[in-house]
């Protein structure tokens, strides 16, 4: 599995950024049973997961200090996986991350210490005041 992250950027406080992760190397479709995720990591700090969604059920979970504010979906047709960021905050700030593991539903959506398989390269995301 292979993914590739790209849409991040500078923005001010109260913008919107769209991240899209590439996915390839498996089937994405409704019959799979891979959990995608999204995370960050903002300097001199630990890695914390954003979102997550069930790939066989379209179920999500947001975490949160994102929640009401941040949006996980996916589009099958172009094996690729979104985060929606609105209404940011200065810290918002981070390298953001896309990932994948295989997982049941609970685990996928209820399992927040899980570790994730695959990774991409991340994508930087800087919000200013």
């Known amino acids: 599995v292979h993914l590739v992250e790209s849409g991040g950027g500078s923005v001010q406080a109260g913008g919107s950024l769209r991240l899209s992760c590439i996915v390839s190397?498996?089937?994405?479709?409704?019959?799979?049973?891979?959990?995608m995720g999204w995370f960050r990591q903002a300097p001199g700090k630990k890695r914390e997961g954003v979102a997550r969604?069930?790939?066989?059920?379209?179920?999500?979970y947001t975490a949160d200090p994102v929640k009401g504010r941040f949006t996980i979906s996916r589009d099958n047709a172009k094996n690729t996986l979104y985060l929606q960021m609105d209404s940011l905050k200065p810290e918002d700030t981070a390298i953001y991350y896309c990932?994948?593991?295989?997982?049941?539903?609970?685990?996928?959506?209820?399992?927040?210490?899980?570790?994730?398989?695959?990774w991409g390269q991340g994508t930087q995301v800087t919000v200013s005041s």
């Open positions: 990932a994948a593991r295989l997982a049941t539903y609970g685990s996928c959506l209820y399992d927040s210490q899980a570790d994730f398989t695959y």
């Open positions: 190397g498996y089937s994405y479709s409704g019959s799979s049973d891979y959990c």
């Open positions: 969604l069930y790939t066989a059920r379209s179920s999500t």
